[in-house]
């Protein structure tokens, strides 16, 4: 920028910080909230997985977000307002009085499970409750989790810690591995 004077001027670029954040959604408007947060330019990812109905004369498959009423949000801080004003958010998910910062890792993790929700089988022989255990085989490689129950002969809990959410996968015993 130059002035009268002929001086000039650098216009200051601020760079601010990009985080993911959950925001919780009106009730089945997940959807809705994606595409809306889409069309304003932000990154935007509901994390859905497939369920087969089966009726009398035929199947279908339904999708289903993994974890109702929240959306994930990438965004910066100037962004809050713009996600704010869409018509089918509620709010920001906070940790007191500041927002819910998702790690990336976690994003990925909900990534990974999605794509493979109805194929996941996690015997827990050696295991026990309250165990971190790791992933070690499979497209999930590399997912770590606390064991927070064992309800039957397979279920493995993964704690995201950031927003408090637990999912529940099946997984075969031989893909787990404690970790100390």
């Given at each position: 920028?130059?002035?009268?004077?002929?001086?000039?001027?650098?216009?200051?670029?601020?760079?601010?910080?990009?985080?993911?954040?959950?925001?919780?959604?009106?009730?089945?408007?997940?959807?809705?909230?994606?595409?809306?947060?889409?069309?304003?330019?932000?990154?935007?990812?509901?994390?859905?997985?497939?369920?087969?109905?089966?009726?009398?004369?035929?199947?279908?498959?339904?999708?289903?977000?993994?974890?109702?009423?929240?959306?994930?949000?990438?965004?910066?801080?100037?962004?809050?307002?713009?996600?704010?004003?869409?018509?089918?958010?509620?709010?920001?998910?906070?940790?007191?009085?500041?927002?819910?910062?998702?790690?990336?890792?976690?994003?990925?993790?909900?990534?990974?499970?999605?794509?493979?929700?109805?194929?996941?089988?996690?015997?827990?022989?050696?295991?026990?409750?309250?165990?971190?255990?790791?992933?070690?085989?499979?497209?999930?490689?590399?997912i770590k989790g606390i064991l927070l129950k064992k309800a039957g002969k397979?279920?493995?809990?993964?704690?995201?810690?950031?927003?408090?959410?637990?999912?529940?996968?099946?997984?075969?015993?031989?893909?787990?591995?404690?970790?100390?």
């Open positions: 920028m130059i002035d009268m004077s002929g001086t000039v001027y650098k216009k200051m670029v601020s760079y601010e910080p990009i985080y993911w954040h959950a925001v919780y959604t009106k009730s089945r408007c997940e959807k809705k909230a994606y595409e809306t947060l889409l069309k304003d330019g932000i990154e935007v990812y509901v994390p859905i997985f497939e369920k087969t109905r089966i009726y009398k004369r035929k199947k279908r498959v339904i999708k289903f977000p993994l974890i109702p009423s929240y959306v994930f949000v990438k965004i910066c801080r100037s962004d809050i307002i713009k996600v704010l004003q869409n018509s089918h958010v509620i709010n920001f998910v906070k940790c007191g009085k500041t927002l819910a910062k998702i790690k990336e890792s976690e994003i990925e993790t909900l990534k990974k499970v999605t794509g493979e929700i109805s194929d996941i089988d996690v015997a827990l022989e050696n295991i026990k409750k309250g165990d971190r255990v790791e992933i070690i085989s499979g497209s999930l490689v590399g397979r279920n493995f809990s993964i704690r995201l810690e950031s927003i408090g959410v637990n999912l529940d996968v099946q997984i075969d015993k031989s893909y787990l591995r404690k970790v100390k």
